[in-house]
């Protein structure tokens, strides 16, 4: 496979889904609770990435950070394809959560997660083992990917507000978690329970919708 054909499947099966799926994560609105369509993304993604060697002919090195995102994704993308494993050691599991932000009083919505469980890797983040495989994936292989993520800026307000469109979604039996900004460790750091009192406020648009990039 030529350097310019490997380049444009990289950017058409991974580059540009990940990019999607990423601002999709950051845009908030509820479609349909029951049936996350960032879980979708994000499971889909798993499946392309953890075979994309294999269907390109270009092999892994058998030690190294990449190799071991790969170990993640290619018990995640089993577990989808083929639901229960013999394995149970690599069995993964998915869990939809919907994450602001604290400052003092006030939230913001930061995105919609995707949390994945399994045995042998313990919990990570989906949608960053994505990205960064697919970084580290890019440069192994030599190509250039301009990878531009530009995450919709959603403001602090006194309540945490979740946008819903109009599938009837119940945002309150979605999972939340909150984090806060630590400036010393200059990180956003995860609260350990919710905030006495904390409730989401819904708002409802009428045919709210996500756009993807053109």
């Not at 499947?9 to 509820?30: E, M, S, T």
């Not at 994450?99 to 930061?110: A, H, I, L, P, S």
């Not at 989906?126 to 440069?139: F, G, I, R, S, W």
């Not at 250039?144 to 602090?156: A, Y």
Request: net charge negative.
């Amino acid at each position: 496979m030529s350097d310019v054909l490997l380049a444009a499947k990289f950017k058409h099966q991974l580059g540009d889904p990940l990019v999607d799926l990423i601002r999709r994560a950051a845009a908030n609105i509820i479609i349909e609770s029951g049936a996350s369509d960032v879980l979708t993304m994000a499971t889909n993604l798993t499946v392309q990435a953890a075979h994309f060697h294999e269907a390109t002919g270009h092999p892994l090195p058998t030690t190294g950070q990449l190799t071991a995102l790969h170990t993640r994704m290619k018990d995640a993308a089993d577990t989808i394809k083929h639901g229960t494993l013999r394995d149970r050691s690599r069995q993964t599991s998915f869990q939809t959560a919907i994450e602001f932000d604290v400052k003092g009083t006030q939230y913001r919505f930061f995105r919609t997660a995707i949390w994945a469980t399994s045995g042998r890797s313990g919990e990570f983040d989906l949608v960053e083992t994505l990205k960064d495989y697919c970084l580290l994936l890019a440069k192994e292989m030599n190509i250039v990917w301009e990878s531009t993520f530009v995450l919709q800026d959603h403001q602090f307000a006194d309540a945490a507000t979740i946008v819903v469109g109009d599938k009837n979604p119940n945002p309150q039996s979605c999972q939340y978690y909150l984090y806060e900004f630590d400036e010393a460790a200059r990180e956003r750091r995860q609260l350990g329970q919710l905030p006495v009192g904390f409730s989401i406020q819904i708002e409802n648009r009428s045919q709210a919708e996500w756009v993807p990039r053109p």
